[in-house]
Structures are given as structure tokens and as C-alpha cells.
């Protein structure tokens, strides 16, 4: 898989990663839109990479492991371009680009050519969208995890009066805690959207819904775990430090479903 | 206000002038001079004014920008080409601490090892240190930007600059602004009341929509109270053992004053509280702030204790959502940030000399351009005058014969000069630029005002 665009996409996302930590060093207003305008420039290519890729294998890339951590990688490189865009925050990026350069190194040197994966019998545009969206959650998710840690360190920095040069050039408080609530709305609504389509298709291709798969169960389990953090970082008793620590423990459930469920719990989801 | 640029036009009607003028500045500034005596030779708008045309009319300068701040008062000065050399054998700026003396009525005896002066590159290069704050007492304070550029503004407004100033200012705007973009030297907080005010944008973001509280009214209480109006914080209340104070400090900061006995009662409103009371006894105590916090939902709490004696008990900070800050921590906040600001001088001054050939390659380019222009008119003095000498020699020419000698001598002087114009307009290598701009003066003997 290491086509041209392939390594276009790699490059753009760590030239970008490289100007964010410069803006985050410097403060230079041009070097933070220079490097934004990289990563979309990445998220623009990464599309392309994926399409060409799903062209080749006649399906969206979420059939073999590696092609799906890319398309996660793609979904959490936009989710953070748009809550970046949203929150008018840069400082984050170079936090959360390292995990996206990483999924796409993993997927560009590790992912068998599009003829090599095994496929599914699962298919058609509903089945598409439903695992398009179920990733888009994920990703969202693991943004709000991000934010989130983000939270816990500069609140613990600030506790202790550790005060770093570089906690000046932070989102405040107040802004992490929005940032990683907004990214967890995102996960909420994808996953309920995901999880309808999921039945839906199940139902037309089975004609009955399949009760007690495991990755049913614990995707609803995500949800509502997701769904009482969003409700409880409302609540006044539960804003800040407390919110954040639960929205970091649900992230580890949403890796649990992402993996163990689906390599070995679940007989419906052992596809990517 | 945009800052005006620089009129080509003007700069290129007199070159030979502009490239010879040279760049004089007297000034003094708070390492020199003690607060007393700053005072004595401080500028205000008027005397600026005053002292620009006064220095023009006198034929002393032909441009002139008066800067005055209340930690330096310095006059910049172009001694034009004419009298340059003259005026600075004679001592020039010498001349101009005379004036900046007398212009306040002070014997020069009185200035006497407290005024310094600079010439060309010495005084760009100082400008350019006072605009990007390295020259400041607070360094890297932004203010003095604003004021050069006050101070520029104002003098170009009224025409006491020229082509040298006009350009001289425009980079030591850019060099200010660059520094600040490209190093660290102004972006921390350097006073205590600042950091503070830093802080609670760090925890809550904007202050726009939250609340303060300060209890005392003393001088530091006040200050902090100032900052947070400043960054728009509209709700600030003031509680005071003595409710007259407490009215007066709340009237100054447009906020509310309220009695100390509703402390108590107050307490769960306030995002920031600031401490900064007499006595002996802590007046926010543990239990006091869990009462607040549990009254407002543990919604963050920042406690800024400027108390010495504590005003905060300590284990308030072991309470949820609340940061406690003493005047200490923060002192210490100010002197990391002097000593980060420290480590940026040298690339600050890695940025202004990099400014400083940029300005001498403009420098350079107009000497050059004048040299051309002088080069060009003495050889065609010297080809009319050798048609001149020669014209009998041709007389037998048919008259388009003549004129095509002519035209084709002229067309040697122009292949002559390709030559050296082209080398002369290379930007690299600036020294050896300058060098040869004075050896070909010298070589066509145009360099008659030198002694």
C-alpha cells in the first residue's frame, strides 16, 4: 500500500504535526494556520487514498484490520479539523496527530494489497455506513479521551502550581473540558446512527434481529456510558476533573469493544 | 491608525543627499539617568513638537523624531549631507546635546555623563533594541512599541521626517513587532497582579461572563481588580472590613461594594477571589470555602491570596475545583518568566541585526544609486568637453557624422558603467559592496567633502 498519495497523506500529517508543536513553542499565528492548512491538506489526500483503495477492493476499507485503522485515522484527523475550526484551537493538534500518523503508519506499511484481503459477505451501502459511522464514533471518542487526559494534566499542573511555559500556550480549562464534550456529542450521536443502521441491515439480511451479540451489548453499554458522562459533565458537582476521569475510563470500553469484542467475542463483527 | 510608508518618490529626489546624511541620536534613558533628572528632560506631545521644528529650523538637522517615555527621552536626527562631515568633525551630536540641554534649560554640566549618543548603524541598531523592548526597564514590556510608533506618527503627521527617518522608523516598527511574534521575550507575565490575571484565563478561558470578588481595599487588591475590568470582567465586588473604603475601591473599579458581614453570604458567587487583608487570622477558611463550593455546585473556584499573613487557610486548596495561589507562588511565576524572557535576548538581538543589514542594504543602494548618477554626470561633462576640445579635428564630418561620435561616446560611457552599476546593485556581500562604493568615489575624484 505504499502508493504515491500514501505517502503524500503520511507527509502531510507530520509536516503538520511539525508546525503545530512549532506553534505551540513560538505562538506565530501564520505557522498554526500553515500547519491547519496541512492537515486538511492531509485529511483532502487521505480521502483520496481511501477512495482508491475502496475502488480497488469494491467496498468501503473496513474489511481487514489495517484498512480499517486507517479509515479511523481519517475520521479522527477530520473530527479534530472541525473542533478545531469550532473551538479556534490549535494546541491541541500536537497531541492528537501522533495517533493519527501512527494508525496510518501502521496501515501503509502493514496493510496487505486491496486483493489480498479476505472479504465478507457483508456488503451493500447500508452495512457501509453503518461501520463508516460506528468508526466516526470511535474516533470521536478517542478525541474526547485526548482532550480529556489534556484536562487532568493541566489541571493537575495548575493545582500544584507547576506552572511550564508551555501551559500558557494551552486551551483553558473551561475550553478542554467544552472541546471534549462537543467530541463526545459527536461519538453519542455517530454511534446511535451506527447502531440503528446496524439493525437495520441486520434486519433485511436476516429478516429477524439477532439478540445477545456481544458487540450489540457492549456498543449500548458505550452509549449509555457515554450518554451519563455527557449528562453528568452538566451537572455543576460533576463539571471538570471528575467528568474528565469518567470520559478517560469510558475510552477504555470503547477499545475493549473495538478489539477484544471483535476478534473474539463477537461471531457478527469479526471484520473490521 | 496605519503607520505611513516611506515616499519613494521623496527618497529618490535628492539620493546624493540621503545616501551622505548621517544618522544621529542623543538621548538618556533610565540606566543613565535617575528618575529625578528623567523627569527634568522629559518631552510631552508639545515640547516634541517644539523641539522638531526648533532642530529643523536651526539648519542642526534636516529630520528629526523626538521619543519620550517616563524611562528615556531621546532625540533622533539626520545631519544633512552638506554638512555632515563638517558636523561631525566638529562634533555633531555634540552639538545636538547642546540643544537637547538648553531646549530644558539645563547647563550641559548637568547632563553632564548621563547622556549618551549614537551615529549610523550605532543609533539603528539602538532604535531597533528600544522597539523591540530589549532596551526597556521591564524587558520585552510591549508598551514602548506603541509609544515609538506614537512618536513617529506624530512627527511624520508634521513633517519633521525625510526619506532616512522615514525608513529608519518603518524597520524598527517591523523589528519590534517581529520580535515579539518570533521570540518568547513579551509573552509571559511579568507582574505579580498580571500572572494572576493570566491564571484565571488559563482556568476559566474568557472572564467576560464570570465573577469577581476582591476583599480588602489595598493598593494590590485594587491593581488586580483593574486587570480583570481590563480583560472584561464587568461583575467585581468589593468587601472591606470598612464599608466607606470598600465603597471607594468598588466606585474606582465600577463594581459593587458589599458589607463584610454577608462574606459569608457572597461567597458562592465569585469565580476569582482575591485576598488581600490585614491581620492576623486567615479570613477564608477551609470550612468557609467548602460551604461556598458546595452552595455553587463545585463549580472552579480560583482563590488568589495576596496576604502576608495569609489571608487563605492552606488546606483551602485541597478543596475540589478550588486553585489556591499565594502571592508567593505567583512572585515565582514572574521571576521563571524574567529568566525565559532573559534566554530570548540573544535571539532578539540575532533578529535586529539581521534588520540592521537590511536597513544598510537600503542605505547602501542609495549610495550606490547616488554614486551612478555622479559618475554618470562627470563622464558626460568630460565627453562634451572632450567634443569640445576636438571639434576642429572634426569639422570636416558631415553634421550627422558628428552627431553619430557623439552618440557613440555616449554609448561608451554607458558600457563603461555596466559594468560597476550591475556589481553595485548585488545585495550580497554588503561590506565589500560599501568598500567599493567609496574606492570608485575616490578613484573619480568624487569624493571632494572628505577630509
Redesign the interface.
Known sequence: MNSFLDNLVLAFYVVSLGLHIWFLY????FIGRLGTLCLAGGVVAHYFALLSRARAMNSVPYQDFYGSLSLFAWMLALTYLVIERFHRQRAVAPFVLPFVIGFVAIAMFLSPEPAAVQRTVAHGPIFALHVTINILAYAAFALSFVLSLLYLA?DRW??D?R?S?V??R??????LERMARSSAIVGVCALSIGMVLGFIWEHRLLGHYVSGDPKEIVSAVVLLVYATYLGLSR????????ACRLCVASFFLVIFSYTVVNFYWSSYHRFF | MATPTPSPLRARARPAEDALARIVLVGVNHRTAPVELRERVAFNEDDALRAERELRASKLVEEAVVISTCNRSEVYGVVPAHSAADAMANGGAAALEGFFSAFHGLTPETLNGSVYHHENDDAARHLFRVAAGLDSMLLGEAEILGQVRQAYMTAFANGHTGPVLNRLFQNALEIGKRVRTETEIGTRPMSAAFAAVKLAEQIFGKLRAHRGLILGAGTMGEQLAAHLRDRGMTRIQVANRSLERGLDLANRVAGEAVAWSDLHRVLELPDIVVASVGGDAPVLTRVLVEEAMHARGDRAMFVIDLGVPRNVEPGVADVYNVFLYTIDDLTQIVEQNKDARAKEIPRAEALITEQLAKFQAWQAGLRSAALLAELRDALQHAREDFLRRHADEMKNLAPEDRERVGRLAAELIDTILEQPATRLRGEKELRRKLEEIEALRRLFGLDKDAP
Open positions: 513560538t505562538d506565530s499565528r493541566q495548575l493545582h502550581r506552572i511555559s501551559i500558557w494551552f486551551p483553558a480549562l473551561d475550553v451537572k455543576t458537582a460533576w463539571r471538570g476533573a471528575r
